[in-house]
């Protein structure tokens, strides 16, 4: 399969979506790596550092998040952190070789005021010092995203978590067209868009592939999509649901791969319980890009030397930074 610019569709459908996902894993893994060499044939992986500058105490009930305040999950609500102490982190991050620094707060949506202002702070000096920024603040208006990017922000996090259907049994406190409304504005700011979602929520094969076509409908594509496997955190009501299987991410990102071919596809949370054959496979099948630190916002990630381990072993390099 030769990939081209006319690859790029946003009609797919979930049958259609679903009858690639379902394919046996080799045609499938085979079909994504084509698109995969032909799209991004330096086969570089993007290295994302995570930084939580707000953590815990969110009003939202999203059922999967240990930072919810309406479950007891023992995670405490923090005050933000100082711009000196993120701008230290974003310097260890870059030395330790990350390109990108992710900075996210436990924030129903962005609020005017002097948080707000701190952030913005935040991603000026994150920029300043030659990485690519990222945050990820809850809803967001127009205005807000405009200030963003003057500030010089690359990417907006927004997740669009599971399919439609799905939605309401994982949060009740916001809607699917709200988490929509938010990518319009980072989009129409000049922002890159990154959306992607979570499985291993209890959600049926068919939610997971109409998560990928809503993504895949968006014009353009979110330039980033962020595949989760549940980070299952005692106390949360999906606490006890069964662990993802390896080959279970492997054909999401696969999909994802040849649904957003010009996209990069980040292999996010869960890797921590995942075996490196697995996440080698996934990184074969599409995946050119991961969170790269040893915690992600409040839950454990791979270490950073065990990345490097990882990605050596493979013969794989990481994406340098910009010059
Ligand atoms: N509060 C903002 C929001 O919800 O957009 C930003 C931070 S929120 C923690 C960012 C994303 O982290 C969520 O959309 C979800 O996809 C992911 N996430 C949260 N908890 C998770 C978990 N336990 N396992 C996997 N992903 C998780
Ligand atoms: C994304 O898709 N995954 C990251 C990032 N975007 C913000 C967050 C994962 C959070 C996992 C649970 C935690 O560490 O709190
Ligand atoms: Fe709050 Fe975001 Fe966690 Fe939902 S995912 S509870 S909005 S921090």
Redesign the pocket.
Known sequence: MTATHSDLRHDWTTPEALAIHELPLFELVDRARAVHRARHPDGKVQLCT?L?VKTGGCSEDCA????SSHHATG?KAERMLDLPDVLDAAARAKDAGATRF?M?AAWREVKDGPAFDRVVDMVKGVKSMGLEACV?LGMLDEGQAARLKEAGLDAY?H?LDTSREAYKSIISTRTYDERLATLRNVRKAGITV?S???IGMGETISDRVAMLVELARLTPHPESV???AL?R?PGTPLAELPPVHGVELVRMVATARIMMPASRV?L??GRAELSEEAQLLCLYAGANSI?YGD???????PGANEDAALLARAGLTAEPPRA
């Open positions: 995570l939580s999967y998040c240990p930072q995670q992710c996210g990820t996090n997740n990154c992607g979602g979570i962020p595949v989760n980070v955190v980040r996010s949370a969170f915690k992600l916002l409040t839950t454990p990630n």
